[in-house]
Structures are given as C-alpha cells and as structure tokens.
C-alpha cells in the first residue's frame, strides 16, 4: 500500500460566496489557498472558477489564466473541472481542456444533483475522453453511482486506455441523487474498481456530512482522498469550514493515524502518470 494522495477542491460550482464567505473565488484567494494546502499535504487540486460576480463561470481566458497562476506558484498538479456547473453547455466543459490542465475531470454518466440534473451523455463522454488522450491530458474519472464504474469499462474496452495508460477513479458519494456516502457502497465500488486494467486507483470524498465516513473507508480500503469546500462547508455540527486549510490538515492527519502519509507532487504525478514539469 502507498501512501495518500490528496486531492483538493476549494471552491465547486454550488456554494455561493454570500453564503460561504471563506471560498476562495479570485484567482489571489485561490493561489494562496493552493500554497497553503500545497504545504500541509496536498498533491492535487480540482478548479472550478468563478467570475467577477463569484459565480461561476468557464471563461476560457479565467481558466487559462488561473492555469497559468497556479503553476508559477505551486507544484500541485493541476486538475480543472470539466463538469462545471450543472447549467453549463456541453461546448463549454469540452473547451476547457484548451486551457492547458494537466489533468480535468471526466464524469462516467447523467446523475440527478439535488434538484437538477448533471447530465452526461455517452458521446459527450467519448469526445472528453478522446480530446485529453489527443492533448495529453490525464483524466479522472467521476463516479457518482456504482453503474458508472461499468461505464467506465465500457468507455475503456471501446476507446483505449487514457494518456499515461494509469486509470485513476473518484468517488463522489452523498451527492443527493447518487450513491449514498457509506462505507458499504464504498466496498461496492471497490470491488467492481478490481475488475478495471490492472493498477487502477481511487479517490473518495463524501459531500457534507459523510466526508468523514467516506475518508475512513477509503483509507481502510487503500484508497485516496479529496477534501475542500466544494464538497463540505460545515467541519462539525454547528462549525461551518473556516478554510480548506482546515479540511486538508484534518485529511493529512487521518492519513498518518492510517500510516498512509501525504504522497508528494513529485509521487503523485509518478503514480498517476502526469508528466514532471
Ligand atoms: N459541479 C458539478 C455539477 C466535476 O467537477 O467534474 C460537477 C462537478 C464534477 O463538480
Ligand atoms: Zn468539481
């Protein structure tokens, strides 16, 4: 067993920055939050981005010049959202992979979100799968339901490994509408992970309150972790999230008591086949 790779999520698509004061929105809060979570552990962070309005937004500019921040001033793999927010067009979260990432998301089906729908057809899926291998983009893939890992085989007996040839698997768990954050679906979805290429690894994070059930399973069960705000905002009943410091810090904690200590940049991108800068 290695150790954890950490993945970061500091901002989403849902949470509003009147509601949620400490989400980080500009392209300075979300370097320095970057930094910090960077230097407590953090191998991995998931970008979404909002506009001058903090509401999100996938302005091509923004996206390439959040890129282009973050790598001068860190070395955490950069990961951008193709999933965005769940009004936006397909064209849209397909041009993202023009800003450069060195990984984006890649969601393995249609799963109903709270009140709305995140909708992912199968030959959307195919052409952000096909793009990241032709621009050299490594994909993770998002799971929120267990019938996604079989698409997820589909899409690889059909259209070829990803770039880097390392499968690399998110659990999204305690969306309202897809699996439920629980231990037992976790096992689920690790048991069917088995029947994936050789080598195949996962990340878990749980929304809300099942953040913690979630870390403890995938940990326990050599998984990853993702953490931040995109996920959670409340860190115990009545103490909403002061930073995603502070949900990273819990993480790399979790991940000593497991004797899983924080993987570095340098592991990561060996362990998922990203390219060294
Ligand atoms: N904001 C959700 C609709 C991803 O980043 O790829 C989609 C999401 C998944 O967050
Ligand atoms: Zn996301």
Redesign the pocket.
């Known amino acids: 067993m290695t150790g954890t790779l950490i993945t970061v999520a500091p901002t989403?698509?849902?949470s509003s920055k009147a509601a949620v004061p400490a989400l980080p929105v500009t392209i300075d809060e979300l370097v320095a939050t970057a930094k910090e979570c960077e230097a407590l552990g953090a191998a991995i962070i998931?970008v979404?981005i909002r506009d001058d309005a903090a509401e999100p937004t996938l302005d091509p500019g923004r996206l390439r010049d959040t890129v282009a921040a973050l790598r001068q001033s860190t070395d955490l793999i950069i990961q951008l959202?193709?999933?965005?927010?769940?009004t936006d067009p397909e064209a849209a979260r397909l041009a993202v992979l023009d800003a450069g990432p060195e990984m984006a998301?890649?969601?393995m089906g249609t799963v109903n979100?709270g009140d709305a729908v995140?909708l992912n057809r199968w030959d959307f899926i195919v052409d952000l799968h096909t793009r990241m291998a032709e621009r050299g983009i490594v994909p993770e893939y998002?799971i929120f339901d267990l019938g996604q890992l079989t698409t997820l085989q589909r899409l690889l007996d059909r259209h070829g490994l990803p770039y880097g040839g390392h499968v690399h698997v998110d659990l999204?768990m305690g969306v309202p509408g897809g699996m439920p954050g629980t231990a037992e679906a976790l096992v689920a979805c690790h048991r069917a992970i088995r029947d994936l290429p050789e080598g195949t690894t996962f990340s878990a994070t749980g929304i809300g309150r099942t953040t913690l059930p979630v870390m403890l399973a995938s940990l326990s069960a050599g998984g990853h972790l993702r953490v931040g705000m995109?996920d959670t905002v409340t860190y115990a009943k009545g103490r909403p999230v002061e930073s995603n410091m502070q949900l990273v810090a819990r993480a790399v904690g979790f991940a000593q008591l497991a004797q899983r200590p924080p993987l570095t940049t340098t592991e990561a991108r060996e362990l998922l086949g990203v390219p060294a800068r």
């Open positions: 989403g698509a849902e998931h979404h959202s193709s999933g965005g927010a769940v998301s890649c969601t979100f995140f998002e999204v995109e």
